[in-house]
């Protein structure tokens, strides 16, 4: 079974900057699409941004231009490069990732959770 282990969240002051990062580990495997998402206190989880295995990539209208997503595909790691943050963007924010399971089958794997908090 694949495991996800996020790292890289905080306190951070408004304006300030943070990078996640999610670790894919287990025996072999193959992930296409990764992504971020995140669920701040009283609402719903959203997405905030995914990569495919390609490095297509996709955001949120909320943290476009100040979020970037990448992946090292040899190390199984996804990364989110936050910055300018703002106190909106307090949440858990959650890895997942598409495991290829067979030809015509895939998984979807999260990770634990990792929290970000935007105050001064």
């Known amino acids: 079974q694949v495991q996800l282990v996020e790292s890289g969240g905080g306190l951070v002051q408004p304006g300030g900057s943070l990078r996640l990062s999610c670790a894919a580990s287990g025996s072999s495997f193959i992930i296409r699409d990764m992504g971020w998402y995140r669920q701040a206190p009283g609402k719903q989880r959203e997405l905030v941004a995914t990569?495919?295995?390609?490095?297509?990539?996709n955001y949120a209208d909320s943290v476009k231009g100040r979020f970037t997503i990448s992946r090292d595909n040899a190390k199984n790691t996804v990364y989110l490069e936050m910055n300018t943050l703002k106190p909106e963007d307090t949440a858990d924010y959650y890895c997942k990732a598409v495991v290829i399971t067979s030809t015509t089958t895939s998984l979807e794997v999260w990770g634990q959770g990792t929290l970000v908090s935007v105050s001064s």
């Open positions: 990569i495919t295995r390609g490095g297509t990539t």
